[in-house]
């Protein structure tokens, strides 16, 4: 598989690079974080993206989507990332849906994603971290089950319309056998949202499931198999996080060889020192080897290749490696200007210190990496 973007593919690319360009410009963040937004993002955009197709690119064409794959979603995610835009994307249109594809639930959800309407919120993390570690209960009551537990930083998750839920229901917690995913909306008894900001302005919320009562139909797979749907839950929303920090350390290095261009001292341009130069050119090949990464990361995933999961955690932690060198050489080429909240570059660095963590870190997926090779 070539490892560049086809004809309708960059296409694609830049028709989300001229629109959310001009729509969710880093302005656009700006301006939600001054007015304290208690949303975390525009919903009339989001109905934008639906009318120009983006919420239904992993779709099937039967089910109102375009049908496309993980490389067109990367597509679209890194203009999000290059232009910091809030949005439900990643965790609605792509890990929501990889998650409910075939499935009963897929002919209830999928319409409401294309059309805009919906908003899923994944509730899978309970710790500082990103672990293995999933101890919220869902005890059988009834015809179905009780959740009792804690779910900490859910994007979106105080504003969801659609919450997909790791709970065990058998085991203990670190295994992956016992695992069950529920779907259920957020208007339940006894759950309740407590939101607050991220260092990126972003917003999440930890959730309290207090006894949540659902019934049997809200379990996506089967009981104790939740590892399934989950797998290409976590798959789909590491290669997207990976494409979005692509964006992100672009759109940091855009703007680093920008002021390098504009900014003189001693009475030239500061891009033509040298020691500057080899540090653009170092960071340009890392984040071309990271780009590279992604890129098969999400063709194998489409191919449906037993190779992806590798691949994938190659990529996310790739790619964080990458934008964080994007964003720290952004701050350091910028001088002290970079620490003001006048110039965007800090909300690149800020907007790659969230999504770095978002389904794992590069230390996380190093020892994984390490796990599955037998150390």
């Known amino acids: 598989m ?7 593919q960059s ?6 690079r001229d629109f959310i360009g001009d729509a969710a410009p880093p302005s656009h963040l700006r301006g939600l974080r001054d007015a304290n937004d208690p949303t975390g993002f525009s919903r009339d955009l989001w109905k934008q993206f639906a009318e120009l197709g983006f919420t239904g690119i992993l779709i099937p064409e039967a089910q109102g989507g375009l049908g496309l794959g993980h490389v067109e979603a990367g597509v679209v995610l890194e203009e999000i990332g290059r232009n910091l835009s809030p949005s439900p994307f ?3 249109a792509v890990a929501a849906v990889a998650a409910l594809s075939d499935t009963p639930h897929a002919a209830n959800v999928f319409p409401g994603i294309v059309s805009g309407d919906t908003v899923a919120a994944l509730a899978i993390d309970e710790g500082p971290k990103h672990r293995d570690h999933i101890a919220l209960r869902a ?8 959740l009792s537990g804690t779910k900490r930083f859910v994007t979106h998750g105080h504003i969801a319309d659609l ?7 058998a085991g203990a917690p670190g295994e992956q056998a016992g695992l069950t995913l529920f779907l259920l909306d957020r208007d339940r008894a006894g759950l309740s949202a407590d939101a607050h900001r991220l260092a990126d302005a972003g917003l999440a919320a930890d959730l309290v499931f207090d006894g949540v009562e659902v019934d049997a139909d809200a379990v996506v797979g089967e009981v104790d198999a939740g590892a399934v749907p989950l797998a ?10 990976a494409a979005e920090l692509l964006g992100v350390g672009a759109g940091a290095m855009d703007r680093t ?6 900014r003189r001292q001693f009475g030239q341009p500061i891009g033509s020192f040298q020691a500057l130069q080899h540090r653009a050119a170092h960071l340009y090949s890392e984040m071309e080897v990271a780009r590279a990464a992604v890129l098969k990361a999400q063709q194998l995933l489409d191919a449906g290749d037993a190779a992806a999961d590798e691949a994938v955690s190659v990529a ?4 964080g490696l990458a934008a964080t060198l994007a964003v720290q050489e952004g701050i350091q080429m910028h001088g002290g200007i970079g620490m003001t909240d006048e110039y965007d570059i800090g909300f690149f660095m800020k907007r790659a210190r969230v999504l770095a963590e978002f389904f794992g870190d590069a230390n996380y997926h190093a020892d994984r990496l390490a796990v599955a090779s037998g150390y």
């Open 90 to 92: 990643l965790s609605t």
């Open 11 to 16: 296409m694609l690319r830049d028709t989300a």
């Open 232 to 241: 290409r839950l976590l798959a789909a929303g590491r290669t997207g996080a």
């Open 2 to 8: 070539p490892l560049f973007l086809n004809e309708e």
């Open 316 to 319: 996310k932690a790739m790619s």
């Open 163 to 169: 919450i997909l839920v790791a709970a065990r229901t």
């Open 257 to 262: 060889v920008g002021y390098l261009k504009e």
């Open 139 to 146: 005890e059988r009551a009834g015809n179905g089950f009780r």
